[in-house]
């Protein structure tokens, strides 16, 4: 580890070089973005074996340390570089709300704040010895997707996650224009929410309207990843910060992920 100081453009080229970087965004809030990046976090890290870091860029709603069950944890500094928090041996994260002082405190931040948070995440954090990095990005194109696309140049994927509903789909042909703008790759767009399982009968129950996902894929001439149920039990284990798909791996939720994060993997690896 080098003794530099802090903003070093150097130390982050030195990090991320060769580091296979995922970002995963949709248009609109509470549609799965950070239960997707955790997970495949935890699929890279706990079933593939890979040294991963998760970064959890949603300044203004950092959820990510609670679907893991971390969230009381502090961030240390070690070098003058901010040292990633080890969820498990293989899996390092940062997030904003470890800078917290407390769970409910609030970030009231223009842009040019965000900008900084973000670039500090980068260049001030000692990622070394990842081979992956996923970013959890906030919902729409905003000042942070920005500095993240600009700042990790080049990004090797992005994952767009929509449910199935038409005006998130909406969204969805926002973020791929957007990544097209600024070079990103996308891997594909995973449904989230598509259907719910009766505990009962079996029936799959549609809730919203399917097709509009899958029309979209084809017309934009972007690969759909997957589609995952919507799960209570993946509800009640991000709650306390269990693993899901760790822990049940036969469910047709952590199939279905399975699969989705192999193709992921697949498309930044290539
Ligand atoms: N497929 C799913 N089944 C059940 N609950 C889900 C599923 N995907 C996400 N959730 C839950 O929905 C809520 C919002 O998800 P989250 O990942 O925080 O969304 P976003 O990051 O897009 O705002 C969380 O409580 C999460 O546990
Ligand atoms: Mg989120």
Redesign the pocket.
């Known amino acids: 580890m080098t003794d530099k100081p802090t903003l070093n453009l150097n130390v982050k080229k030195e990090y991320l070089k060769g580091v296979k970087k995922i970002a995963v965004m949709?248009g609109k809030?509470?549609?799965?973005?950070?239960?997707?990046a955790a997970n495949l976090a935890i699929w890279l890290a706990e079933v593939k074996h890979e040294k991963v870091g998760l970064m959890d860029i949603?300044i203004t709603g950092p959820?990510i340390p609670k679907l893991l069950g971390i969230e009381d944890e502090k961030l240390m500094v070690e070098d003058k570089k901010i040292v990633p928090f080890p969820a498990t041996e293989n899996l390092l994260v940062t997030s904003m709300a470890f800078l917290l002082p407390t769970k409910d405190s609030p970030v009231i931040w223009r842009g040019p704040l965000k900008i900084k948070a973000v670039q500090q995440f980068i260049q001030d954090v000692n990622w070394e010895g990842i081979k992956y990095l996923i970013i959890?990005l906030p919902?729409g194109t905003g000042d942070e997707a920005l500095s993240i696309a600009q700042e990790l140049k080049p990004l090797d994927g992005s994952v767009i996650?929509s449910t199935p509903q038409e005006v998130a789909v909406l969204d969805v042909r926002k973020n791929i224009s957007f990544a097209k703008q600024l070079e990103v790759p996308v891997a594909g767009i995973v449904e989230?929410?598509s259907y719910l399982k009766c505990p009962h009968c079996g029936e799959k129950i549609e809730i919203f309207k399917r097709g509009a996902v899958k029309k979209a894929s084809e017309e934009l001439d972007v690969p759909l990843l997957g589609e995952?149920?919507?799960?209570?039990e993946?509800?009640a284990a991000?709650?306390v910060g269990k693993f899901y798909i760790i822990e049940n791996k036969e469910t047709e939720?952590s199939k279905a992920f399975n699969g989705i994060a192999s193709k992921i993997k697949d498309f930044v690896d290539k």
Not at 29 to 35: A, D, E, F, L, P
Not at 228 to 232: A, I, M, R, V
């Open positions: 949709s809030g509470g549609v799965g973005k950070s239960t997707i949603d959820n959890d919902p996650v989230n929410m995952l149920p919507l799960d209570p993946v509800t991000s709650d939720f």
